[in-house]
């Protein structure tokens, strides 16, 4: 193994990010096509997920909808998520991801609003901030990366 190998770790925020847009992708009861190749598309995207050996992203993805598919609620996951979110950048870049995953099938039924709603009540968002975020989403816009990346 090189430096450049990153493994995947459970406890990371990269867990978190995976988690939450497999979150917002299942909201509806089930995840589309166009809704997992907007996580990759994100993924590949993303600083946050650079590094990452393509087999370890989809391990990743993998154990994120396990995650999310064993939670017995939103109130069980979403502190989950929320904790290992350190700081603003990280919660509103969740959130943007969670948004460009809902808008990538250009349907928004109510439980992915929904989900959407409750990671804003977790994640202590503004209705301008999430505006903005869902905004950028919708138009595939970048969001700026967490200060750490």
């Known amino acids: 193994m090189t430096s450049e190998h990153v493994h995947f770790q459970d406890s990371t925020l990269q867990a978190a990010l995976f988690e939450t847009m497999i979150l917002a992708a299942a909201a509806d009861g089930r995840v589309d096509i166009v809704e997992v190749e907007e996580i ?5 995207a993303r600083p946050e997920f650079h590094g990452i050996h393509a087999d ?3 391990k990743a993805i993998e154990h994120a909808a396990r995650r999310v598919a064993e939670a017995h609620s939103l109130e069980h996951i979403l ?3 929320a904790d290992r979110l350190p700081d603003k950048a990280s ?3 969740a959130f943007g991801l969670a948004a460009s995953v809902v808008v990538a099938d250009g349907k928004t039924p109510p439980a992915e609003l929904n989900i959407l709603k409750a990671l804003q009540e977790m994640f202590d968002l503004s ?4 505006a903005r975020l869902f905004e950028a989403a919708q138009a595939h816009g970048p969001f700026p990366p967490t200060k750490d990346k």
């Not at 990759?40 to 590949?44: D, P």
């Not at 209705?127 to 999430?130: A, D």
């Open 91 to 93: 919660r509103e870049l």
């Open 127 to 130: 209705e301008e901030t999430v």
């Open 40 to 44: 990759y598309r994100q993924a590949f």
């Open 79 to 81: 502190p989950s998520i």
């Open 56 to 58: 370890d992203l989809k």
